[in-house]
């Protein structure tokens, strides 16, 4: 019964969830070092690869969050822990988040796992790893979760597990969570950004109707996901989307060490994002609820050498669960 108790015990500012939240992408230092590869879909687009190398024989992809990128501040602290530890690291950006506008109408969704397998069939086609794992933050959470259940009768032995962190693994619970008035403040800088996507979209495919004044008073994910989603990606309803999208029903899929770190105190997140119950019936999906920490945030003081515990909690993880031998080759 994989149901661990957290260690994560912050100093008292950071025991505010919205605190900790807001901290990591306002106040972090973080720098990148990052060699881009651009990779070709099948569909005439592209992804942008961002590769930080130790000469490793480990390679572990990071999944970013909604708007987010590699240049996201988890994105590049995890980067940094793991090159520390030995492990090549490759930040996935989803379509339309490297910083270009992707080449298509379609940019990314939660639940879109075919991006998911394609960039990690590159990666294996392409490179001589011995070990991959995947690392996911919210949404990316969610894709690298849904993909390790979706695929798991198909996927490569090199694949080893995963880890989650912040993940709304139930879509329609964390859409009630992020209507109500206490995520007023995240939900408005989200729709900012995607309100300018979409409409930059509607102008490269004018072939798209879209209802540009719904587009500017849209105050929710479902609004958004009325005009953009559900239309360009077939869904029937936002409703639609959210059932198909969550990655819930694929956990009692999973079938290699694969861990998620939830907070209580994540305002994103419904009841019904914390699975006791799958993690309590499987023999390798890990479930780790801390009672602070936010929304990918974790972080215990204002010291910022001394406050990286969800990175390291990453590291221990794969120290601790995954068996493989990391292994460095002298350059």
């Known amino acids: 019964m994989p149901l661990l108790t957290s260690d994560f015990s912050p100093s008292l500012p950071f025991k505010n969830g919205h605190f900790n939240t807001m901290y990591r992408p306002l106040f972090m230092k973080e720098t990148s070092n990052?060699?881009?590869k651009r990779i070709f879909t099948w569909d005439t687009d592209f992804i942008d690869l961002d590769f930080s190398k130790v000469n490793s024989n480990t390679l572990t992809v990071l999944i970013h969050?909604?708007?987010g990128s590699s240049e996201s501040k988890y994105m590049i602290s995890t980067t940094h822990e793991l090159n520390?530890?030995?492990?090549?690291?490759?930040?996935?950006?989803?379509r339309g988040?490297?910083?270009?506008d992707n080449l298509l109408l379609g940019t990314y969704h939660s639940g879109k796992t075919e991006d998911v397998a394609f960039v990690m069939n590159h990666l294996l086609d392409n490179y001589d790893y011995e070990n991959i794992i995947l690392v996911g933050f919210s949404l990316g959470g969610n894709l690298t979760l849904k993909y390790l259940g979706e695929f798991a009768d198909s996927l490569s032995p090199i694949i080893k597990g995963a880890i989650a962190t912040s993940v709304p693994i139930d879509i329609a619970s964390s859409e009630r969570q992020m209507n109500k008035i206490k995520n007023k403040l995240y939900i408005d800088q989200f729709l900012k950004t995607i309100r300018l996507k979409v409409l930059e979209k509607?102008?490269?495919?004018?072939?798209?109707?879209?209802?540009k004044e719904k587009l500017f008073k849209a105050s929710r994910f479902k609004h958004l996901e009325h005009l953009y989603t559900v239309p360009v990606f077939g869904f029937d309803s936002p409703e639609d989307y959210w059932q198909k999208a969550s990655s819930k029903p694929y956990l009692s899929k999973i079938n290699r060490p694969t861990l998620l770190i939830n907070a209580e105190d994540d305002s994103f997140l419904g009841?019904?994002?914390?699975p006791y119950e799958e993690a309590g019936d499987?023999?390798?999906f890990f479930l780790e609820v801390a009672k602070y920490g936010?929304?990918?945030g974790f972080i215990s003081t204002f010291k910022q050498q001394e406050s990286r515990w969800l990175e390291k909690r990453i590291s221990k993880f794969i120290d601790e669960n995954i068996q493989i031998e990391i292994t460095q080759t002298i350059s």
Not at 84 to 94: E, M, P, Q, S, Y
Not at 271 to 274: G, L, R, V
């Open 34 to 36: 990052y060699t881009r």
């Open 271 to 274: 009841e019904e994002c914390f």
């Open 97 to 100: 988040c490297s910083g270009e």
């Open 65 to 67: 969050g909604l708007e």
């Open 84 to 94: 520390r530890k030995g492990i090549d690291t490759v930040a996935f950006n989803l």
């Open 202 to 211: 509607s102008y490269k495919f004018p072939d798209f109707k879209l209802d």
């Open 294 to 296: 936010g929304h990918v």
């Open 282 to 284: 499987s023999e390798v």
